[in-house]
């Protein structure tokens, strides 16, 4: 069974950090690609961050301050974000990627708020 499992959402202060996960079981993870997207209320859900076997991308909104990272032996994908926003505020989804095969997580809710 497929499951991607998100943790490590909360609530911080602007200008906080956080650090999410993302648990991959009942596929080949290190054969997918590994994505995070995030939904505000009210908003569509956009792509905050990608990595595949060796390149990462990100959205303008989170550069220098963003890292995506995996670990193939853990099957774990992160987010290490740092200097947290209000506008960060949001739902974060995990995704894993390979060709016409999508999986998604159940997210995991971040607020920035002082």
């Known amino acids: 069974q497929v499951q991607l499992k998100e943790s490590g959402g909360g609530l911080v202060q602007p200008g906080g950090s956080l650090r999410l996960s993302c648990a991959a079981s009942g596929f080949t993870f290190s054969t997918f690609a590994m994505s995070w997207y995030r939904q505000a209320p009210g908003k569509e859900r956009e792509l905050v961050a990608t990595i595949s076997r060796d390149t990462t991308n990100y959205a303008d909104s989170v550069k220098g301050r963003f890292t995506i990272s995996r670990d193939n032996a853990k099957n774990t994908v992160y987010l290490q974000m740092l200097s947290l926003k209000p506008e960060d505020t949001a739902v974060y989804y995990c995704?894993?990627?390979?060709?016409?095969?999508?999986?998604w997580g159940q997210g995991t809710q971040v607020t920035v708020s002082s």
């Open positions: 995704k894993a990627t390979r060709f016409f095969t999508v999986y």
